[in-house]
């Protein structure tokens, strides 16, 4: 797979000095990329990268910050209008420069923000400004939860999420997310789709520090509309992965179940690294009535200290009808990850039924 770093390509930086010299005639772009290709270059990795575009742009651009942060709202508008949304990533480094240069100018950044990120998302680049500063970020956030670009929305759910990937955390929010809560209440039944799997990934986060919060919401929310509860279910997700019994009620699962594992069998017992393997199983409801059966997979991964973590993932929840058995058949990759590394030794995988562990089998993932 090509290294996500490799995306700030010499196509790219065609494509970006171009849109800049439509804004800034006369930009310096022999020294600009002069400045990007130092001897550094070829050594960072993505992040690094996306910092050194920002520092760049802030040397390069004329003029104070206001007169730079006008050129790269200019720059983003013209994006939008040219389609390049599609490819939009590897322009992260416009937010990034707004993260560079614009600490000590709220006003300005903030204004550039609901703007550049209506092309690529300022959630990572909103964080600094959080840190310093979170009642007046808070107090704009809140606006922008009703503006008219969907965009701008989800950023204010995204940008303040306590446990962001990738973005600095912010301790405050994880301590008391009550700031975030008028954000959430205005979207909570939002049209656009991506704006509402933003709200319940911040309800994610907060589960993970306050899950009586969460309860709480459950509580206010729930049966609103269609939207609203997968909001609810999806924001939920870590806690139903805990099986919290709450959590379980308001679900309408039980901790416990009456059901029989069949056939639990894998098409291998040894892997080679960056291989897969297959398997299967069936269940069979055992009650006199229909139970609702919440399935996921466990595995019991390798870690690099030789112990084990579990991670699970989750097949389905469904009714099974009494005296039925439902079968299931699912690959599993051990290929790497950015988010997970595997290592090699003996990986149990078991199979999880309403929170409860109902049977095991092991592989060899080999050296």
Sequence with gaps: MEPLK???SKAFFKDLNSHIQKVVPGFDEKGFMKAIHDRNWEQEELKQRIRHVGNALHAFLPGNFKKQAKAIATISKNLIRSGAKENSFPFICLPDFIEVAGLDDFETSLDTMEIVTQFISCEFAIRPFLLKDPELVMKRMLGWSKHENYHVRRFSSEGCRPRLPWGKAIPAFKKDPSAILPILEN??????EFVRK?????INDIAKDHPSIVLQLIQNWKGKSKRTDWILKHGSRTLLRKADPEIYRHF???????CE??????DTKKVLPGGELNLGFGLKNRSKAEQLFRVELGVYYVKSSGGVSRKLFKITERIV?????????????????????HYPGRHRIVVVVNGVETGATEITLLK
């Design 321 to 341: 009808d009494s005296g039925e058995t439902v079968t299931f058949k699912r690959k599993l990759s051990f290929k790497d990850l950015t988010t997970r590394k």
């Design 252 to 258: 309408g699962l039980s901790g416990s179940h009456d």
């Design 6 to 8: 490799n995306l700030y």
């Design 187 to 192: 979207l909570r039944d939002d049209e656009s």
């Design 198 to 202: 933003s709200v319940a990934n911040n």
């Design 261 to 266: 594992l069949e056939n639990f069998k894998t």
